[in-house]
């Protein structure tokens, strides 16, 4: 690993005011003091506040570093000050070799120019001769897929292809430093891709910097990782896995909903784990037994169950469906107690919940179709998974692994 330091920032800070007339002249207050060479004061003035506030941190060629938080925790204008389009109101930065950023989708691209023509003006600002962009231009367009678009004004992309062109532009210049901020949202899942293929190529000469909400990319991606909330660096370190979980730490998930046509009701709910009903926290590999105490009418002869189980980005991981278990439920209208062993949680770290649904038999021989929803609790009954290892993939299989001699 290059022991070269390319990028360190010292205690930056940068506030903000929230009235666009004490704004103009606090400036302008700021300003006179700089000319005049009187004493900055960086106190809060009133209705200013920290965007970033105390920030430090620094990245060796070879490393990149993920930039998380919540929506207003600062790491935009984190980015645009380490770019320089901001100045600190307070600290140090230090930026070594080219800098290549796509912090925007439009990437500072001149929208009545053709694609060509911002690849030139783009490379240009990046500190690259004419001679070198003819060089590379080909292999920019390559990359971006906009052969057929490449002499068409800016204007009319839409923001995936000024993201494609961006992102080619920055990554086939080659800098020293690569800033990037939620490009990677944007783009079919084949561009995204080659983007991460880049992404590690250019790790080797450079190093990078990654604003994401998208947490198994960060995983997948980042040897080091900084969490924001109000401005603040509230962790800082190689611990990735220690980090996402300080980021999940500051959300509290979607409220459960109720829902169906009311044919049918969930009573209660629990978690069972090593013989411990009520649990709220289970660690890798331990079995989760689910209890769904409920009602359903008469009618309804043979329901059928099912549990899936929600991360905290609201995706479904996992599920267990009693139908495609081959498992029939008679039903006399009294209240019943269903017991399902959803088997060991190989899960990432972090917060999850259940979906409960409960189906009424359906009319078409069928194994895989189901029929009406009699009753749905969705995102009910939180727990937390502990463990040490937050891989790429949601779910960690165990393995049966052996050394073939």
């Known amino acids: 690993?290059?022991?070269?330091?390319?990028?360190?920032?010292?205690?930056?800070?940068?506030?903000?005011?929230?009235?666009?007339?004490?704004?103009?002249?606090?400036?302008?207050?700021?300003?006179?003091?700089?000319?005049?060479?009187?004493?900055?004061?960086?106190e809060?003035?009133?209705?200013?506040?920290?965007?970033?506030?105390?920030?430090?941190?620094?990245?060796?060629?070879?490393?990149?570093?993920?930039?998380?938080?919540?929506?207003?925790?600062?790491?935009?204008?984190?980015?645009?000050?380490?770019?320089?389009?901001?100045?600190?109101?307070?600290?140090?930065?230090?930026?070594?070799?080219?800098?290549?950023?796509?912090?925007e989708l439009s990437a500072g691209f001149n929208q009545i120019l053709t694609g060509r023509e911002n690849i030139y003006a783009r490379g240009t600002i990046l500190g690259f001769s004419k001679a070198e962009i003819d060089e590379k231009i080909d292999s920019i367009i390559e990359f971006s897929e906009l052969k057929e678009f490449i002499d068409t004004p800016v204007i009319n992309?839409?923001?995936?292809?000024?993201?494609?062109?961006?992102?080619?532009?920055?990554?086939?210049?080659?800098?020293?430093?690569?800033?990037?901020?939620?490009?990677?949202?944007?783009?079919?899942?084949?561009?995204?891709?080659?983007?991460?293929?880049t992404i590690y190529e250019k790790m080797q000469n450079a190093a990078v910097i990654l604003v994401s909400h998208n947490m198994p990319q960060i995983s997948r991606v980042c040897s080091d990782l900084v969490v924001m909330n109000h401005g603040k660096c509230e962790f800082n370190g190689k611990?990735?896995?220690?980090?996402?979980?300080?980021?999940?730490?500051?959300?509290?998930?979607?409220?459960?909903?109720?829902?169906?046509?009311?044919?049918?009701?969930?009573?209660?709910i629990e978690l069972e784990v090593n013989g411990q009903k009520g649990i709220k926290e289970l660690n890798y590999l331990d079995e989760l037994i689910v209890h769904v105490y409920?009602?359903?009418?008469?009618?309804?002869?043979?329901?059928?169950?099912?549990?899936?189980?929600?991360?905290?980005?609201?995706?479904?991981?996992?599920?267990?469906?009693?139908k495609y278990n081959g498992v029939h439920f008679s039903n006399s209208g009294e209240e019943m107690h269903i017991v399902a062993n959803v088997g060991k949680m190989n899960l990432n770290p972090g917060n999850y919940s259940l979906s409960v649904t409960i189906y009424s038999e359906n009319d078409i021989a069928s194994s895989v179709s189901f029929g009406e929803v009699l009753c749905k609790h969705y995102n009910c009954q939180s727990f937390r998974v502990q463990g040490n290892f937050f891989g790429w993939a949601p779910v960690q299989i165990v393995g049966d692994w052996k050394l073939n001699e």
Request: net charge neutral; with cysteine.
């Open 294 to 322: 409920m009602t359903i009418d008469s009618d309804v002869k043979s329901p059928s169950v099912d549990i899936t189980i929600i991360n905290q980005e609201l995706q479904n991981v996992a599920m267990c469906n009693s």
């Open 157 to 197: 992309y839409s923001s995936g292809m000024r993201v494609r062109l961006g992102f080619a532009i920055a990554a086939q210049m080659e800098p020293d430093i690569l800033l990037l901020d939620e490009v990677l949202a944007v783009g079919d899942i084949g561009f995204r891709a080659k983007c991460f293929n």
């Open 1 to 42: 690993m290059n022991d070269e330091v390319l990028i360190r920032a010292e205690n930056v800070a940068k506030k903000y005011c929230r009235d666009l007339k004490q704004s103009l002249w606090y400036g302008l207050q700021d300003i006179t003091s700089e000319v005049t060479g009187r004493k900055y004061e960086h």
């Open 44 to 103: 809060l003035r009133p209705n200013e506040f920290w965007s970033v506030n105390d920030v430090s941190f620094e990245l060796k060629r070879g490393e990149c570093l993920g930039l998380i938080g919540p929506n207003g925790a600062g790491k935009s204008t984190l980015l645009k000050m380490l770019n320089g389009l901001l100045k600190p109101d307070r600290g140090r930065i230090e930026m070594r070799g080219r800098i290549g950023a796509l912090i």
């Open 239 to 268: 611990d990735v896995s220690k980090g996402i979980d300080v980021f999940y730490s500051y959300f509290s998930g979607e409220k459960n909903l109720i829902l169906g046509s009311g044919r049918a009701v969930i009573h209660k």
